[in-house]
C-alpha cells in the first residue's frame, strides 16, 4: 500500500519562508511522476508544481513560479517544496502526489497546512 505523508507546514509570516516534504513508503518511485497541489477555503484543488521521474523537469503554476521550488530526492522516496516570499494568497492545505501520468494523481497525501499571515 503505498502511503505518503507531508510535513513542514505551519503558520508564517507574509514575506517568510517553509519547506515541505512528502514521504513516500509502499513503493518504489521508479517512472512515477511526483507533484505538489493545494487547496484554500472555498476554492479547488489546484496544481502548484510538478516534476518528472526521467530528467527531473519541473513546471510550476503561474502563481508561485520564481518563488517556490520542487525537488525530489530518488533514493530517499522524498519529494520538497521550498516556498520563499510566502503571500496571503498562499494560504491552502498542501497535498503532494505522485502518478504515473504528466499530472501525478494516482496517490496522494492527506495534506499539510500553511498559512500566511500579515
Known amino acids: 500500500q503505498v502511503q505518503l505523508v507531508e510535513s513542514g507546514g505551519g503558520l508564517v509570516q507574509a514575506g517568510g519562508s517553509l519547506k515541505l516534504s512528502c514521504a513516500v513508503s509502499?513503493?518504489?518511485?521508479?517512472?512515477?511522476?511526483m507533484g505538489w497541489f493545494r487547496q484554500a477555503p472555498g476554492k479547488e484543488r489546484e496544481f502548484v508544481a510538478r516534476i518528472t521521474w526521467m530528467y527531473g523537469a519541473t513546471y510550476y503554476a503561474d502563481s508561485v513560479k520564481g518563488r517556490f521550488t520542487i525537488s525530489r530526492d530518488n533514493p530517499k522516496n522524498t519529494l520538497y517544496l521550498q516556498m520563499h516570499s510566502l503571500k496571503l494568497e498562499d494560504t491552502a492545505v498542501y497535498y503532494c502526489a505522485v502518478g504515473r501520468g504528466a499530472i501525478p494523481d494516482d496517490y496522494w497525501g492527506q495534506g499539510t497546512q500553511v498559512t500566511v499571515s500579515s
Open positions: 509502499g513503493r518504489t518511485l521508479n517512472g512515477y511522476n
